[in-house]
């Protein structure tokens, strides 16, 4: 099993900056790809970037340019770096692990964490 903690929402001023942090717990090993998704109320599910255990990133391209992801695999973490941050980005964020298992793969989510970009 794998737990994910998100950490590092909050409010911000048009063209500021956030870092969230995406902490994973559990059967670490196991995990192939992370990603961070955004999902406001009443609208589709968005990819922003994955990462997978080899270091290879992918980004939306609505992001790419502004938004970094990273990761810390001696801290089992993984890091969104959001700049220049629009009024649009706000929404609730959640990371996203892809674990290998036996036979299946599995998904495993965060409970999200909140972005809001307001003047």
């Known amino acids: 099993q794998v737990q994910l903690v998100e950490s590092g929402g909050g409010l911000v001023r048009p063209g500021g900056s956030l870092t969230l942090s995406c902490a994973a717990s559990?059967?670490?090993?196991?995990?192939?790809?992370m990603g961070w998704y955004r999902h406001a109320p009443g609208k589709q599910r968005e990819l922003v970037a994955t990462?997978?255990?080899?270091?290879?990133?992918t980004y939306a391209d609505s992001m790419k340019g502004r938004f970094t992801i990273s990761s810390d695999n001696a801290k089992n973490t993984v890091y969104l770096q959001m700049n220049s941050l629009k009024p649009e980005d706000t929404t609730v964020y959640y990371c996203?692990?892809?674990?290998?298992?036996?036979?299946?793969?599995?998904?495993?989510w965060g409970q999200g964490t909140q972005v809001t970009v307001s003047s």
């Open positions: 996203k692990a892809n674990a290998r298992g036996i036979v299946f793969t599995f998904d495993y």
């Open positions: 559990g059967s670490t090993l196991s995990i192939n790809v």
């Open positions: 990462i997978t255990d080899g270091g290879r990133t």
